[in-house]
């Protein structure tokens, strides 16, 4: 007898989401020779870091994975914790639910829903800058002031929304007399924005945006994407 590998049928497309999640969580947690659709209800954090890697790679087709510090970012996310520290999720445990059926803290939305719209915005639009190591992505807004307040004036890093599912948002430092704010963030970008116009050519268009995070100039990183300018004909 053979099994196949996990099908899940769906009847309309807002259901993929969770179809997703579902082949992932048997894909990755399933024990051989099980009876079919047995399933863990609770996995380790490390287990599931594992799967959640392997599974962004091959979604954006990127070599470019997820690093320790990506892992501990999304591991606050999903436990609403504060520690920096990979290890102390060493042995904690993640439930089907807190995966993909509860909301985060404060939020509309799952993990899974969240996690799932980073790559699809990377895989759609974004792909190259992740390859080129432009984006940052996974800091919260605290981490972003943290990182930028001792760079100079119109540094700037690009970072995964967390209000917006699949939005990229810019923080940036500006130090203006006018004002006492000296960081910012725009509203986030989805893949509705760039489908009119490209990542590239929006921070382009933005003067104030000289270096990317940590220290390279934007142009240098981004100018090679920009849409080229037709000149009109006299």
């Not at 020779?33 to 392997?54: H, I, S, T, Y």
């Not at 006018?178 to 924005?193: G, I, V």
Request: a negative charge; charged letters at 20%; hydrophobic letters at 40%.
């Amino acid at each position: 007898q053979t099994l196949s590998l996990p099908v899940v049928v769906i009847v309309h497309g807002s259901q993929d989401n969770n179809a997703t999640a579902t082949v992932l969580w048997d894909n990755a947690f399933a024990e051989p020779g099980r009876v079919p659709f047995a399933v863990p209800d609770k996995v380790q954090w490390p287990q599931l870091c594992e799967a959640l890697n392997m599974k962004f790679k091959a979604e954006v087709q990127s070599s470019r994975g997820l690093t320790k510090e990506n892992l501990v970012f999304l591991a606050q996310k999903l436990f609403n914790s504060t520690s920096s520290h990979l290890e102390d999720y060493s042995s904690t445990t993640v439930s089907w639910s807190q995966f993909n059926r509860e909301n985060l803290p404060g939020r509309n939305y799952t993990f899974w829903q969240w996690f799932d719209g980073v790559m699809e915005v990377l895989k759609k639009h974004l792909k190259p800058h992740w390859n080129d190591g432009a984006i940052l992505g996974f800091v919260n807004k605290q981490q972003a002031h943290d990182l930028l307040i001792n760079k100079p004036d119109g540094t700037f890093l690009l970072r995964f929304s967390d209000s917006e599912i699949g939005g990229i948002t810019i923080a940036w430092k500006f130090d203006s007399c006018e004002s006492e704010r000296m960081f910012w963030n725009l509203m986030p970008f989805t893949t509705r924005d760039f489908s009119i116009r490209s990542l590239a050519d929006r921070l382009g268009d933005l003067s104030y945006l000289i270096y990317v995070f940590p220290d390279r100039p934007k142009d240098e990183v981004f100018s090679k994407y920009y849409t080229p300018v037709l000149c009109e004909s006299t």
